[in-house]
């Protein structure tokens, strides 16, 4: 979805470290000085790109030792993750954690690209109107349910 930015590349880079050794520890100010950018940078893409919602565990320790480690949620099965996902859902959901939810299913490719960017224009709250988070929700179970019924 357009060029590569410099958030991009550090989430490329992260997830460079995770598939290489399934967790990554980095240390904040230095992955800043590969890139260039000042540390709240890091912490921006860690906090926007590195979620619960997307499959990842943070953890982080503060002060001179001080590192970030961040795994990817691995399930027994992509039924298990389904059923994990499925149960996790509350009554409501924002934009942001319905693009996040998403996005997991197309890095499980359960869905295309192009299915999750024609499902999130049609789930906007624009679109959707005040109950917007309450029919997210219950789009986002629908669709869970039948990727999870098909098997796909």
């Given amino acids: 979805m357009g060029n590569k930015n410099t958030s991009d590349s550090i989430e490329a880079y992260i997830k460079a470290l995770l598939s290489q050794a ?7 100010s230095e992955l800043a000085d590969v890139f260039k950018v000042v540390p ?31 795994g990817k949620v691995q399930f027994s099965d992509q039924h298990q ?17 319905f693009w996040d939810l998403l996005q997991m299913l197309y890095e499980q490719k359960l869905l295309t690209q192009r299915e999750i960017e024609l499902l999130f224009v ?5 679109v959707l109107g005040m109950e917007a988070d309450r029919i997210r929700s219950s789009i986002v179970q629908k669709i869970i349910q039948q990727v999870d019924r098909k098997g796909l």
Avoid: C, P, W
Avoid at 22 to 28: F, Q, T, V
Avoid at 81 to 97: A, C, P, W
């Fill in 22 to 28: 399934g967790i990554a520890e980095i240390k904040r």
């Fill in 81 to 97: 993750m389904l059923k994990e996902l499925r149960d996790s859902i509350g009554e409501h959901i924002s934009q942001t954690i």
């Fill in 122 to 126: 049609t789930a906007t709250d624009e």
């Fill in 40 to 70: 709240s940078q890091i912490n921006y893409v860690i906090k926007t790109r590195f979620t619960e919602s997307r499959g990842y565990i943070v953890e982080s320790k503060r002060g001179g030792g001080g590192y970030i480690r961040i």
